[in-house]
């Protein structure tokens, strides 16, 4: 195993008060597992990446990390929704950057680089800058720049959720082609029930505040997978499965009946 997290929990304390984001979250990635992880706003999605990457620290709760840590945790890697490039940096300097932080020299840096720079389809835009590009390409970049640092989990929060549908449809085949090839392992926070059922080998249904993790879902659909192609009925039925346990939390987080 990976990783693991046991009876996680975060509590955030401001000037108004406190907020309880998660409670008692217990989950386990395996190596090479692509995780996707679906849940109401405000439930602590987010948050529960950040503590993995160690941009937070729990309140409770432990992370245990498997095989392949590096003093104690594994080498992580985190995609926004929002990129997150240096507006000052070109194409290949954004990622390089994480190449270059671990110390590895100038030309291997390039050279890495490059090679997931055409991966994604970005080669004819190396020595471009951010505002050069669209979003969409943009996200690109931020993907080419996770897998190149060769972390051993990739930490995504909705890369792909501001696009548009043409556009992120084009993404999600790019980035489980780059997965198949290279098999980190990965979880992934969406609020699209059907991508999350597409991309994941198993969806985590998270409860509202403060957020738990009610439910695991193993997907049973083979791989390579076309969003076309795929066994629509059995999609269909995981997903409506999956809205009706997030239509009872958005009740009840909202107060009205069920």
Not at 40 to 55: E, F, H, W
Not at 203 to 229: C, D, K, S
Request: glycine share 8%; aromatic share 6%.
């Amino acid at each position: 195993m990976l990783l693991m997290c046991r009876s996680l929990g975060k509590i955030y304390r401001t000037r108004n008060g406190v907020t309880t984001a998660l409670k008692d979250v217990s989950l386990s990635v395996g190596e090479q597992e692509f995780v996707c992880i679906v849940g109401p706003s405000g439930c602590g999605k987010t948050t529960l990446l950040k503590l993995i990457a160690g941009l937070l620290e729990p309140t409770s709760g432990r992370i245990i990390f498997g095989a392949g840590e590096k003093n104690g945790r594994l080498r992580s890697a985190m995609v926004f929704q929002e990129h997150g490039l240096f507006p000052w940096m070109t194409v290949l300097g954004n990622v390089a950057f994480g190449l270059e932080m671990q110390g590895i020299s100038q030309h291997e840096c390039r050279d890495r680089a490059h090679d997931f720079i055409e991966k994604v389809g970005l080669g004819f835009f190396t020595h471009s800058y951010p505002h050069e590009l669209s979003v969409g390409m943009c996200q690109r970049v931020g993907i080419a720049r996770a897998f190149v640092a060769d972390s051993q989990i990739l930490l995504m929060d909705e890369p792909v959720g501001s696009l548009d549908t043409q556009t992120r449809l084009v993404l999600q085949e790019e980035l489980l082609r780059i997965w198949v090839e290279h098999r980190k392992s990965i979880i992934y926070v969406t609020h699209d029930i059907e991508e999350a059922i597409w991309l994941g080998d198993q969806v985590l249904v998270m409860t509202g505040r403060p957020g738990q993790i009610r439910e695991e879902i193993q997907i049973p659909l083979r791989r390579p997978r076309n969003p076309l192609n795929s066994n629509r009925q059995e999609i269909s039925e995981i997903k409506w499965h999956i809205w009706k346990i997030l239509e009872e939390e958005v009740r009840k987080s909202l107060c009205i009946p069920t």
